[in-house]
Each structure stands twice: as C-alpha cells, then as structure tokens.
C-alpha cells in the first residue's frame, strides 16, 4: 500500500507562487507514476501534472503548462508542484496522487491519493 500526504496550500494573491509538497511511503515502488489531481468547487476531479518516478519525464494539463513545474526527490519519496503566476482558477483542493497508469491519472484518477491541500487563490 502507498499512503500520501500533502502539504503546502494556502490563501494567495493572483500572480503568486506556492509550493505544495507530497510525501509517500509504503509500497511506492508499485506505482511508476505520481502526480497531481485537483477538484475545484462545482467541478470534477482534473488532472494537474504527473511524473514517472524511474525518470525524468513530466506531462501537464494545457492549463497550467507553463506556470507549473512538478518535481521529485527520489531519496526523499517526494514529489513537489511549483505552482507560478497563480490564477483565480486555480483554486482547489490539490490531491497527490500514484498510480501505475498514466492514462488513469490524466483521467483525474489514481491508485492512491492523499487527504488533500487547499489553494485558494484571491483576483
């Protein structure tokens, strides 16, 4: 089993920076990929970022290409979400989230997720 959890939301300004941060444990080596999904209110789950986790590769939603940045830290069992140049539109509550398909969690699912970090983001 994975578990995950986030941390790193908050109450910004439009055109501010945050930096959310996931840290997992258990069997994370079950999963070859992590990422970030995010539920804003009235909306569905939609996918934010993922990246595989036995390489550098990252793939991003077109709507925070650019602005966003996902990260990891192998030793560390972390992945990070540099969220730049923030929008209104970017409030939500930010899940981490692993899974084995990619294809699953740019569907806005994964394996495993954690409770979740808001980010709420003022114009």
């Known amino acids: 089993q994975v578990q995950l959890v986030e941390s790193g939301g908050g109450l910004v300004q439009a055109g501010d920076s945050l930096r959310l941060s996931c840290a997992a444990s258990g069997r994370t080596f079950s999963s070859s990929y992590m990422g970030w999904l995010r539920q804003a209110p009235g909306k569905e789950r939609e996918f934010v970022a993922a990246?595989?986790?036995?390489?550098?590769?990252?793939y991003y939603a077109d709507s925070v290409k650019g602005r966003f940045t996902i990260s990891r830290d192998n030793a560390k069992n972390t992945v990070y979400l540099q969220m730049n140049s923030l929008k209104p539109e970017d409030t939500a509550v930010y899940y981490c989230?692993?899974?084995?398909?990619?294809?699953?969690?740019?569907?806005?699912?994964?394996?495993?997720w954690g409770q979740g970090t808001q980010v709420t983001v003022s114009s």
């Open positions: 989230a692993a899974g084995k398909i990619l294809t699953r969690l740019r569907a806005g699912e994964g394996d495993y």
């Open positions: 990246i595989s986790w036995s390489a550098y590769i990252t």
